[in-house]
């Protein structure tokens, strides 16, 4: 089986999950937070080296106040955790997103764990946090033109590659495959550009559900397709 070499994965379903078993939101986010440690760990067992989740989007800071701060208080804690599991697992951590966006302990927090895990040679997880792909390519844009006011860039000189560079996944290869879960079908603002050739693949189960035979599922599907990335292969 053909293994894809970077997963994304759309973490939905949380509240709904929590809902059908008589529980507020909140706890369904706590229980997909606790999935997460487990699909990096099968991920990575199964070969896959790059694993980017939708954590916390632009949009989200339009729910409840009280669901805002929740998942801001679970966010603290997670990222205590996943320095421990990163240590543990050799994981190299990174956030994508606007960081400014955040409270000033969070970001503290969030350099030291990419600090810490910068030269760890195991899975490559990606967080999400703050995170629209509109906002992501207005900052590069942003970048750009100072760049180019100061000299440093020329018009000319602009490709997809150069781009490419300004975004917040950089030096990171292109999701092979998008998962995303609770069986809603949408991209919903998250990497618009990086997933241009990435293969979707859509499960009725929610997060907190979501286990190393749903992941198996999915890669048994992406292995099913034919990525010939706008070309046409040669009939035999």
């Given at each position: 089986m053909k293994i894809p070499q970077h997963v994304a994965i759309i973490l939905d379903g949380n509240g709904r999950w929590a809902k059908s078993k008589g529980m507020p939101r909140n706890y369904g986010h706590a229980q997909g937070s606790k999935n997460v440690e487990t699909i990096c760990r099968e991920a990575w067992n199964i070969g896959i080296k790059y694993l980017t989740v939708y954590a916390?989007?632009?949009?989200?800071?339009?729910?409840?106040?009280?669901?805002?701060?929740a998942l801001m208080k679970l966010l603290r804690n997670y990222m205590k955790t996943c320095?421990?599991?990163?240590?543990?697992?050799?994981m190299r951590v990174r956030v994508i997103g606007d960081?400014?966006?955040?409270?000033?302990?969070?970001?503290?927090?969030?350099?030291?764990?990419?600090?810490?895990?910068?030269?760890?040679?195991?899975?490559?997880?990606?967080?999400a946090i703050n995170y629209g792909s509109r906002d992501e390519m207005i900052r590069?844009?942003?970048?750009?033109?100072?760049?180019?006011e100061s000299g440093q860039l020329k018009p000319e000189d602009i490709s997809e590659e150069t781009f490419t560079s300004y975004l917040d996944t950089a030096d990171i290869p292109d999701p092979d495959l998008l998962i995303r879960t609770s069986g809603e079908q949408r991209l919903s603002n998250f990497l618009l550009w990086q997933l241009a050739y990435t293969e979707f693949y859509f499960a009725d189960v929610h997060w907190p559900d979501f286990t190393k035979d749903e992941l198996m599922k999915a890669i048994e599907a992406y292995n099913g397709?034919?990525?010939?990335?706008?070309?046409?292969?040669?009939?035999?």
């Open positions: 916390f989007s632009t949009e989200n800071w339009k729910r409840p106040q009280e669901e805002v701060d320095l421990k599991t990163a240590e543990k697992n050799h960081k400014t966006g955040l409270a000033e302990d969070i970001r503290k927090r969030i350099d030291e764990l990419e600090e810490a895990s910068k030269n760890n040679d195991g899975l490559n997880f990606q967080i590069a844009m942003k970048k750009m033109a100072a760049d180019q397709r034919d990525r010939r990335y706008g070309g046409v292969k040669e009939e035999a």
